[in-house]
């Protein structure tokens, strides 16, 4: 059996943390931070795509956070919808377990943050009751009760809703 060769690395500081990515993932630029991680928006070598890279620092650092991760990374994985945001890669720079203190996730770079622009433009009845249908729509394909989500926040350049964050 063949193994999938192993990609070569690169350090990068963002925000005064030491990001460490594959090469084919280039200028790191930051997006954000929240609660479990922060987020860089990347541009992919591979697919020539805009990408998001999401760290995720000590992610087994207690039973909890364990479990969070784990949780994210499986729902992520099965997600295929286009109101539901998907995994595109996940990956740890370490090569041992004694290293493997940071998980990252790739997905598709939102356009925006749908907080954003609740609170920054004046939405009409039209423009919410689309956001809403997609909402419902996103939600649909999970009607079996399995997505359990704490984010519906991004926004794409095409606004079409995304969910982000499940767990």
Known sequence: MSQKERPVFYRQEVNKTI???PE?????????????????SAYDMKSGLKVAV??????????????RTYRELRLLKHMKHENVIGLLDVFSPATS??????VYLVTHLMGADLNNIVKCQKLTDDHVQFLIYQILRGL?????????????????????LTYSGAG
């Not at 084919?24 to 860089?40: D, E, I, K, T």
């Not at 999401?54 to 479990?67: G, N």
């Not at 377990?97 to 940071?102: P, Q, R, Y």
């Open 19 to 21: 990001w460490e990515v």
């Open 24 to 40: 084919r993932y280039q200028n790191l630029s930051p997006v954000g931070s929240g609660a479990y991680g922060s987020v860089c």
């Open 54 to 67: 999401k760290k995720l620092s000590r992610p087994f650092q207690s039973i909890i956070h364990a479990k």
């Open 97 to 102: 377990l004694k290293e493997f203190t940071d």
């Open 140 to 160: 649909k394909s999970y009607d079996d009760g399995s997505l359990v989500t704490r984010e519906i926040t991004m926004v794409t350049d095409a606004e079409l």
